[in-house]
């Protein structure tokens, strides 16, 4: 199919599923380790134990952290592979801002996170879930996943979780009740044939437990990091990389809908990948959801990311209706959410009494 044929189509389909409201999350990232020792190529953000910048944070910093932003409804929780951090470190940072902040929803750890709980703790990742759950976890980031095909994940990231592990480990949070994102990053290494097998993963996780409340593709930032060089010299430089990325982009978002629009009906897009302009082109490529507010976003920045770092309701919601959509803020899982911005009241400040420190 011709791309102005399959964008039309992906947009109709949208418009039957979703009207024209375009919801969006009030949420921020809490990044509480920069600590890593698994070494993705792609990646800017972790450091090896012992070398600059590699530090975790203490519970009371991720704590008042957040409480610099107390309206938000999600906190997303994510971090290096820190071999140094136990699992009662993630179990006590979930207590501690469940306590402080009981409003918020805790969107808390990949499925690489919690892989390498699972083997600290020598436990199993049913067991691990149920601890998380209990501490007050209410979904997980289907990040981790790159590509789910394991030939692409050792070109890209050779310590990565193999296929199998990562769908174990996402399955085991479907069964226990906790919900999560899905995730696709493209415009690398990996092949079409490899997305639609990315694809097909989805489906088959998405059948068997309907746990995924959203699709999120996630274009390759390539300016600060290992493989982005590695590409750019190949290809014949940084601007025919990027522009590789936006053709790749153009076509898989619309694909996306197609291909799993009918078990995954939510499709993200990511301004801070994008651009507030290119996220707003592409909610004519059939995405309904635009992110979120963020207010931490390092992951990208540390990468080169050209599109800041956060964005205020209210300009997520100008953007929405410059597209000619309506806005609709919504829950993590896609539910209504109360607009707690303008209601930001001093009972709301936390309190980091009593919290154990790293």
């Known amino acids: 199919m011709a791309l102005p044929e399959l964008m039309d189509e992906a947009r109709a389909r949208t418009l039957r599923r979703h009207g024209r409201i375009v919801t969006y999350v009030v949420n921020r990232?809490?990044?509480?380790?920069?600590?890593?020792?698994v070494g993705c190529s792609f990646c800017g953000f972790g450091r090896r134990p012992g070398t600059a910048g590699a530090t975790s944070d203490r519970i009371d910093e991720v704590v008042e952290r957040v409480g610099q932003t107390p309206?938000?409804?999600?906190?997303?929780?994510?971090g290096g592979i820190d071999p140094d951090l136990r699992p009662e470190y993630y179990l006590d940072l979930v207590r501690a801002l469940r306590e402080s902040f009981p409003w918020m929803h805790l969107?808390?750890?990949?499925?690489?996170?919690?892989?390498?709980?699972?083997?600290k703790a020598e436990c199993e990742p049913e067991e691990m879930m149920a601890k998380l759950r209990a501490a007050g976890v209410g979904s997980i980031p289907g990040t981790?996943?790159?590509?789910?095909?394991?030939?692409?994940r050792r070109k890209i990231s050779r310590n990565k979780l193999p296929v199998a592990r990562w769908v174990q480990i996402v399955r085991a949070a479907h069964r226990a009740g906790l919900r999560s994102s899905a995730t696709v990053m493209f415009g690398h290494v990996e092949r079409w044939e490899e997305i639609r097998a990315h694809f097909?993963?989805?489906?088959?996780?998405?059948?068997?437990?309907?746990g995924f409340t959203e699709l999120v593709p996630l274009a390759f930032v390539p300016y600060q990091n290992r493989l982005g060089s590695i590409l750019a010299r190949r290809v014949g430089g940084i601007r025919v990389l990027e522009e590789q990325i936006r053709k790749r982009a153009r076509r898989l978002y619309p694909l996306a809908r197609m291909v799993l629009g009918d078990v995954i009906p939510n499709l993200q897009t990511s301004w801070v990948k994008l651009g507030v302009a290119?996220?707003?082109?592409?909610?004519?490529?059939?995405?309904?959801?635009?992110?979120?507010?963020?207010?931490?976003?390092?992951?990208?920045?540390?990468?080169?990311?050209?599109h800041g770092e956060r964005l205020e309701p209210q300009e997520i919601e100008a953007a929405i209706r410059g597209a000619g959509d309506e806005s609709r803020q919504r829950s993590t899982v896609y539910g209504p959410a109360e607009n707690r911005f303008s209601l930001v009241k001093k009972s709301c400040q936390p309190s980091t009494r009593g919290h154990r420190a790293l």
């Not at 995405?287 to 050209?306: A, M, V």
């Open 278 to 306: 290119g996220a707003v082109e592409s909610l004519g490529w059939g995405c309904n959801d635009f992110e979120g507010t963020l207010y931490e976003e390092s992951i990208t920045r540390t990468s080169g990311g050209k």
């Open 144 to 152: 981790a996943a790159e590509i789910l095909v394991d030939e692409v």
């Open 71 to 78: 309206w938000v409804t999600e906190v997303c929780l994510q």
């Open 200 to 210: 097909d993963v989805l489906r088959s996780v998405q059948e068997e437990t309907g």
């Open 107 to 119: 969107h808390a750890f990949s499925p690489m996170e919690i892989d390498s709980l699972c083997e």
């Open 29 to 37: 990232n809490a990044n509480f380790s920069r600590v890593c020792v």
